[in-house]
């Protein structure tokens, strides 16, 4: 079966770092672009950065400019987020989303189930 599993959130004090991690098993996850969202409790998911297809073209929310960084590494089948001076605000729910056009686009093709950030102190 097509999954799309992130890992990696947990509890982190706000200036502290953790690396979320997107991985697909049953299709090619360096075929597509990855994006990655978030979604706070009361708040609409908002994207947060995304990767092309080759790696070459990467964006961010402007939330997370200067430090949140996407890359991915095709040999491990996997597209990293590393997320560093965290913030309160950053808590939420961290998707990763698979992008068949390469491109990211506004539509995605293939959703994770989440994994929960929490910053606080």
């Known amino acids: 079966q097509l999954q799309l599993v992130e890992s990696g959130g947990g509890l982190v004090q706000p200036g502290g770092s953790l690396r979320l991690s997107c991985a697909a098993s049953?299709?090619?996850?360096?075929?597509?672009?990855i994006g990655w969202f978030r979604q706070a409790p009361g708040k609409e998911r908002e994207g947060v950065s995304c990767?092309?297809?080759?790696?070459?073209?990467?964006n961010y929310a402007d939330s997370v400019k200067g430090r949140f960084t996407i890359f991915r590494d095709n040999a491990k089948k996997t597209v990293y987020l590393q997320m560093n001076s965290l913030k309160p605000e950053d808590t939420a729910v961290y998707y990763c989303?698979?992008?068949?056009?390469?491109?990211?686009?506004?539509?995605?093709?293939?959703w994770g189930q989440g994994t929960q950030v929490t910053v606080s102190s």
């Open positions: 989303a698979a992008d068949a056009t390469g491109s990211c686009m506004v539509g995605y093709d293939y």
């Open positions: 990767i092309s297809r080759g790696g070459g073209s990467t």
């Open positions: 049953g299709f090619t996850l360096d075929y597509y672009a």
